[in-house]
Nanobody
Framework: VQLQASGGGLVEPGGSLRLSCTAS????????IAWFRQAPGKEREGISC????????LYTDPVKGRFTISRDGAKNSVYLQMNSVKREDTAVYYC?????????????????WGQGTLVTVSS
């Protein structure tokens, strides 16, 4: 299932932004969901995941302590709150299912990628 990311835009270094992940006609609340990003000229990387129950929330080192993942079943959405953004956070952000988010997470990339959302961090 392709998930749709939205909420990107231009933000100054040190600022905040919240991304949303939704799916049309598909309920997200029983699936582990992850956020990925792809910076210009770089490979796509997984940055955060959340388990279906929200018990597990994992982050990779580049975003740990700055980004927060959450989900709202009533709105069928998963969010990525980005705080204290840096220029190196500039990337297209994607969300995806088909992940296994628990005490550990190994990002799985062979998924149907949906539309990403561009985040540009610049002054």
């Amino acid at each position: 299932v392709q998930l749709q990311a939205s909420g990107g835009g231009l933000v100054e270094p040190g600022g905040s932004l919240r991304l949303s992940c939704t799916a049309s006609g598909f309920k997200l609340d029983t699936y582990d969901i992850a956020w990925f990003r792809q910076a210009p000229g770089k490979e796509r990387e997984g940055i955060s995941c959340i388990s279906a129950s929200s018990r597990y929330k994992l982050y990779t080192d580049p975003v740990k302590g700055r980004f927060t993942i959450s989900r709202d079943g009533a709105k069928n959405s998963v969010y990525l709150q980005m705080n204290s953004v840096k220029r190196e956070d500039t990337a297209v952000y994607y969300c995806a299912t088909d992940q296994r988010c628990g005490t550990t997470w190994y990002p799985y990339y062979n998924v149907p990628w949906g539309q990403g959302t561009l985040v540009t961090v610049s002054s």
